[in-house]
């Protein structure tokens, strides 16, 4: 989804919790890729505890961005 008042793309993950909906964001990124980066690439840096999300993720912003980090060797819990 995209959330222009705090100028971000958020993955959202929903999940049905009985007559609840429940949404996580996953991760979020700039909504505007810079116009002047003078060569500075664009890297999103992921960090999950599930495979399926990160795959989810980096696939959604693929063509946004320029390289893909995930975040391997942080103590959290979701890393």
């Known amino acids: 989804r995209v959330d222009t008042a705090k100028g971000l793309v958020e993955y959202v993950l929903t999940e049905q919790r009985g007559k609840l909906l429940k949404e996580t964001v996953v991760f979020s990124t700039l909504l505007h890729r810079p116009t002047n980066r003078e060569g ?4 999103l840096q ?12 980096a696939r959604h912003v693929e063509a946004d961005v320029d390289g893909i980090d995930v975040n391997m060797g942080c103590p959290k819990k979701f890393s």
């Open 46 to 57: 992921l960090g999950t505890g599930d495979p399926d999300h990160a795959l989810a993720a």
């Open 40 to 43: 500075v690439p664009v890297i």
